[in-house]
């Protein structure tokens, strides 16, 4: 069905949007609060909205796209710190509620390579106070600039699982944590939830996040836990702790975004964390308590570690549907950057299947096709209750891919019968094609200094077939050694993996100690096929088909080039360069805030080393520019300590 886009574009000074005509099902009606607004100061950025009065909406987006500005001249710290941002919606005689909280990246080589990045967010339940007039504020809890803010909403008609009724805060602050005069558990203390009368089902949602750092690292890096009471009974014990910061698809950063935190990451949304109490109400009505794990510091003159805490209520119907699949998101194939590490792929796609029927989910059909290839069927069994979900990785079908570059996927027959919701079942996204070699060539990894127990490498890397089949791989490794491996692949599809298990890949700024190793793939004639980056902190994959139609032919060198030691305390670098043929590179080093500090040009290179003398620069992060022929730009990023 096609869609109607009802824009309402809200003007920053504050005026309401025109009120939202009706929309039919399906249909999308997208509310702009903020247009690439310019974070220039701490604080609050207040607006006023206009949203649709009336109307159903299975599900309501909001779009929070972080790009970035060029600081004035002398600015320090642009855009390049990991900042908490909050986006609250402020109703008339209602609490201030949280809809979503992002953490920026270190983001200091954005605006070189004009980065922005969508953290799409599901806010659904807030349906019941997202109507009319309404304040909405962005708080931006950051003490640099640098950073462009787009905020909007989108509503999408029609009927939701389950419709959210009520919203209400439970607890809500930014509290100490290690005081002996302010004790946390004072700010936690039980409360009564009171559920309206109607309701089917209540939850509590909590956006919880640790900072500050104190003697012993907390509470950003210090990792505790809470027990949830309900009616005294200790019901649930969650863990305060991202532990994939490593793996995060907004990378890489400036700065230290591979550090795991008290439950965030740095270029991350948080996510909320949910507890179902419908089973204590009674009379409607049911007493919570949190308790943190205990703590206390010693000096009490260096208190500092702190929660950012909003735990809510939300209320919500009997579910409407019995029996619904629903399609919730395409992993892979996608060009969404949220699923860059997933990303471009050959073999097997990825999507995310949810429950949205009160009944069990058990079985449910999943068709699907690779731009005009064949339909292909997938007979999904598990168990799903309602709302659970569960990523679904589908039979691979490697031959499907060649020369496309849609997909389209669907459910059907939940439980074996009929899907009382068609408007979730189906999906479809564009995706780019991955990386072509030949049968035959050479991976080329230099390790680091950076050990496991037994003196060996962190770092190895495997390649697997489209089946998930390992058919090479390099572990065991040494450190600071230089290994070339020669692959003789049949035609396919397959999947390198490197992991590093410090989860500091093969070069970052922040442990020079470790020195610089690199990850190449080579041709047999020593053409530079493929590099991976060194800063890729736990994991980097490339994902590549081998044709035999590359059997005779001399590999096709691309353009790579390495930079090290990088960073460099003495602000000497040498430049490692291959290119496809002899050309002039035109070098160009530029401040963070695009100041031209260094240029030179290479005469007719191609394969070649080079010093980067820059030891008359002061330290800081640096953007360093290769041009050649044929539009050829390559790019680093340089840090001299």
């Excluded at 909405?136 to 909007?152: A, I, K, P």
């Excluded at 495997?462 to 035609?491: E, F, H, K």
């Excluded at 602000?571 to 496809?580: C, M, S, Y």
Aim: net charge positive; aromatic share 10%.
């Amino acid at each position: 069905m096609g869609k109607r886009l009802l824009l309402f574009l809200l003007l920053l000074g504050g005026l309401a949007a025109a009120p939202a005509a009706r929309a039919a099902t399906g249909d999308t009606t997208r509310v702009v609060l903020f247009s690439n607004r310019p974070l220039t100061r701490y604080g609050n950025y207040d607006t006023t909205a206009t949203l649709p009065a009336t109307g159903r909406y299975r599900k309501i987006l909001l779009h929070y796209v972080l790009g970035r500005y060029a600081c004035p001249p002398g600015t320090q710290y642009c855009g390049s710190w990991d900042y908490t941002t909050r986006v609250l919606l402020m109703p008339p005689a209602n609490d201030t509620v949280e809809l979503a909280r992002i953490i920026t990246p270190y983001a200091t080589d954005w605006l070189a390579q004009n980065r922005r990045h969508d953290f799409v967010q599901d806010v659904t339940d807030y349906a019941p106070l997202l109507k009319g007039q309404r304040g909405l504020r962005f708080l931006y809890d950051g003490y640099s600039w640098g950073f462009t803010l787009t905020l909007y909403l989108e509503f999408i008609e029609g009927i939701p699982p389950q419709d959210a009724i009520a919203v209400k805060n439970v607890y809500d602050g930014n509290f100490l944590y290690g005081s002996a005069t302010d004790l946390l558990e004072n700010h936690l203390s039980a409360k009564t939830v009171t559920a309206p009368a109607g309701s089917g089902r209540t939850v509590l949602k909590s956006f919880i996040t640790g900072h500050g750092s104190d003697s012993r690292n907390c509470a950003e890096f210090c990792r505790k836990n809470y027990t949830l009471k309900l009616n005294g009974t200790a019901v649930a014990t969650t863990d305060l702790w991202r532990a994939d910061c490593g793996l995060n698809p907004v990378s890489p950063q400036t700065g230290t975004w591979v550090y795991n935190r008290s439950n965030w990451c740095p270029g991350s949304a948080v996510a909320p964390l949910y507890h179902d109490i419908t089973a204590g109400l009674s009379g409607g009505s049911a007493t919570v308590d949190i308790d943190m794990a205990n703590y206390l510091i010693s000096n009490q003159a260096n208190v500092s570690a702190r929660w950012i805490w909003q735990t809510q209520a939300v209320s919500y119907s009997t579910p409407n549907f019995t029996t619904d699949a629903a399609l919730e998101r395409i992993i892979a194939p996608s060009t969404d950057p949220n699923f860059r590490r997933d990303n471009p792929i050959c073999d097997a796609p990825k999507v995310t299947l949810r429950n949205t029927g009160s009944a069990p989910l058990t079985a449910a059909t999943i068709r699907y096709r690779v731009g005009s290839s064949p339909w292909r069927t997938y007979q999904w069994t598990g168990s799903l209750n309602f709302l659970a979900q569960t990523d679904v990785t589908l039979p691979p079908v490697p031959a499907d891919f060649a020369g496309q570059s849609v997909f389209k996927v669907y459910v059907m027959t939940p439980n074996g019968q009929a899907d009382q919701n068609h408007t979730n079942d189906t999906l479809s996204t564009r995706f780019s094609p991955v990386s072509v070699l030949p049968p035959s060539f050479v991976v080329n990894m230099t390790t680091n200094a950076s050990t496991i127990s037994g003196g060996l490498s962190q770092t190895s890397w495997t390649v697997t077939d489209a089946n998930g089949q390992p058919v090479a791989s390099r572990t065991g490794a040494l450190p600071n050694t230089d290994y070339a491996d020669t692959l003789r692949l049949a035609p396919g599809c397959y999947t390198l993996s490197v992991n590093d298990t410090g989860c500091d890949g093969l070069a970052w700024w922040a442990n020079p100690n470790a020195g610089t190793g690199s990850m190449r793939l080579l041709g047999l004639n020593n053409a530079v096929l493929n590099t991976i980056s060194g800063d890729f902190g736990c994991q980097a994959q490339l994902r590549f088909s081998v044709t035999q139609a590359l059997a005779s032919a001399p590999a096709r060198a691309l353009a790579a080039l390495d930079v090290y030691p990088n960073p460099a305390q003495d602000g000497r670098f040498t430049l490692d360069l291959n290119l496809p043929a002899r050309q002039d590179v035109r070098v160009q080093v530029r401040s963070v805030t695009g100041q031209l500090v260094h240029h030179t040009t290479l005469a007719q290179v191609q394969a070649t080393k080079r010093p980067l003398d820059l030891h008359q620069l002061p330290a800081g992060v640096y953007l360093l520019e290769c041009r050649g022929q044929n539009g050829l730009q390559l790019h680093r990023r340089l840090l001299i300590p």
